[in-house]
C-alpha cells in the first residue's frame, strides 16, 4: 500500500459554523483521518511548543491525519462568542469535518468534547467509523451533586474572575495544579501560561457553564460502533467514574484505566506507552483499510476514487465549479468540496494546485 509522507508542519485552515463563527482548525500526520474534539485549554499554534502537548501532536501524526481544532471563543477561533451550547458545538464538528472533506473518520473526544462527540456519532452513524474518549465524559454536572460540590464550583467560578487574565499565575495555578498535579515546574508554567493564551475571563466563565449543563447521557443507547474509552484512574479534573460511565452506556464499549494522577498524562510517565498503545491499537483496522495513494503512473483512476468523486473530477474537467457541480449533481457545495477533497487525498494531492494536479491526471488517462 502507498503512503505520503507524514506532515510535521500543520496546515491552518478556517471554517464557517451554522451560525457564522469561524472556527480555526489544523491538518498534520498521515494516514487515515482522526478528527480530535480536543481539551477546551487548546491554542492551535501554542500547542506545538508545548511540553505538556507536543508529544501529543507528534506521536498521533505518525499513525493518522490528524485533525483538530480550537473551540469557538478560543485559540485561533473566533472569540468574544456567548453560544457555547451543545447544538452550536455540534455544528462546528460538523463545520470542520465537513470543510477538512472528511468523508468518513475516527473520532476522538477528549474532557469535554464527549457529549458533542456523541450527539455528533448519534446524527451521523455513517461518517464515525471509531469512537475513542480520553479523560472525558457524556455529562459532567452530576444529578447527585451535594452543596459541597456546589460551593466548590462556585469558588472555581469566582477564581477565574477575578485571576484569569492577571498577569501573574497565582490563580490559574490551581486549575494548573489540578490538570498535572505531577508536572514539573516548567510544564505547568506552560498550563499557567496557556490558560491566559487560550480564552479570556469571560468566556471561560460563560463557556465552562454551558458545558456543565450539557449532557448527552440519553444518545449514548443508540451508538453502535467500536467504542475506546481511556481515562487516568487519579484524575482530579474529570472524576474516573464518567468514564465508567460512559462504558457502561456504550454497547461494547471498551474501558481502560490509565496508571496516572494527571487529567493531561505526560511523555514520561508509565501511562503514556499504555495510553498510546491502547489508541494505536484501535486506529489499526482504519490503516488496513486507508485506499493506496495514487503516483502520476498508477493504477486506473476508478480503480481508486469512488464513482461519485469521479462524477465530481470530471465535470470539474470541464471547467465548472463548485456551485455548477452541485447544480448538475443535485449536490450541496459543501459536499462537492468533500469528495474533491477525498479525491486529492487518494491522488496524494494537496494545496492551491491540486485541483489542477487531478484533472490533469483525470485527462492524461481519457
Not at 498535579?181 to 501560561?193: A, L, N
Request: aromatic share 6%.
Amino acid at each position: 500500500m502507498g503512503s505520503v509522507a507524514t506532515r510535521t508542519v500543520q496546515e491552518v485552515r478556517f471554517a464557517r459554523s451554522a451560525d457564522g463563527v469561524q472556527i480555526a482548525y489544523a491538518v498534520h500526520g498521515s494516514g487515515p483521518p482522526l478528527l480530535v474534539d480536543s481539551c477546551w485549554l487548546s491554542h492551535l499554534q501554542f500547542d506545538w511548543q508545548s511540553p505538556v502537548w507536543r508529544h501529543y501532536l507528534v506521536e498521533l501524526g505518525r499513525i493518522a491525519t490528524v485533525v483538530r481544532f480550537d473551540e469557538r471563543g478560543h485559540g485561533l477561533s473566533d472569540r468574544g462568542v456567548s453560544d457555547h451550547s451543545l447544538e452550536s458545538r455540534v455544528a462546528d464538528l460538523e463545520a470542520v469535518a465537513d470543510h477538512a472533506g472528511l468523508d468518513r473518520f475516527a473520532v476522538l473526544a477528549m474532557a469535554q468534547g464527549g457529549p458533542v462527540a456523541i450527539e455528533y456519532t448519534a446524527r451521523h452513524p455513517e461518517r464515525v467509523s471509531r469512537l475513542a474518549f480520553y479523560g472525558s465524559y457524556a455529562g459532567a454536572r452530576s444529578e447527585a451533586a451535594t452543596a459541597e460540590d456546589l460551593e466548590l464550583d462556585a469558588a472555581f467560578t469566582a477564581l477565574i474572575r477575578v485571576g484569569w487574565d492577571r498577569p501573574t499565575p497565582e490563580f490559574r495555578r490551581v486549575f494548573t495544579s489540578l490538570m498535572i498535579p505531577g508536572g514539573t515546574e516548567e510544564q505547568m508554567r506552560w498550563i499557567d501560561d496557556l490558560q491566559r493564551r487560550a480564552v479570556d475571563a469571560d468566556t471561560a466563565v460563560v463557556a465552562r457553564h454551558q458545558r456543565q449543563v450539557t449532557d448527552a447521557s440519553a444518545r449514548m443507547a443508540e451508538l453502535d460502533l467500536p467504542v475506546l474509552v481511556m481515562h487516568s484512574l487519579g484524575d482530579q479534573m474529570n472524576p474516573f467514574a464518567y468514564s465508567r460511565h460512559l462504558a457502561t452506556g456504550i454497547r461494547g464499549a471498551r474501558l481502560v484505566a490509565l496508571p496516572s494522577d494527571n487529567h493531561i498524562v505526560l511523555a514520561d510517565e508509565p501511562a503514556w506507552p499504555v495510553l498510546l498503545g491502547e489508541l494505536t491499537r484501535f486506529l489499526a483496522p482504519e490503516r488496513e483499510q486507508a485506499p493506496a495513494v495514487v503516483a502520476p503512473d498508477g493504477p486506473d483512476l476508478a480503480q481508486v476514487l469512488s464513482p461519485r468523486e469521479l462524477d465530481v473530477l470530471r465535470l470539474a474537467a470541464r471547467g465548472c465549479d463548485n456551485d455548477a457541480i452541485g447544480a448538475e449533481l443535485f449536490l450541496s457545495v459543501r459536499t462537492v468540496e468533500r469528495h474533491l477533497q477525498n479525491a486529492y487525498a487518494k491522488l496524494g494531492l494537496r494545496g492551491r494546485a491540486a485541483r489542477t494536479a487531478a484533472v490533469a491526471r483525470l485527462l492524461a488517462r481519457t
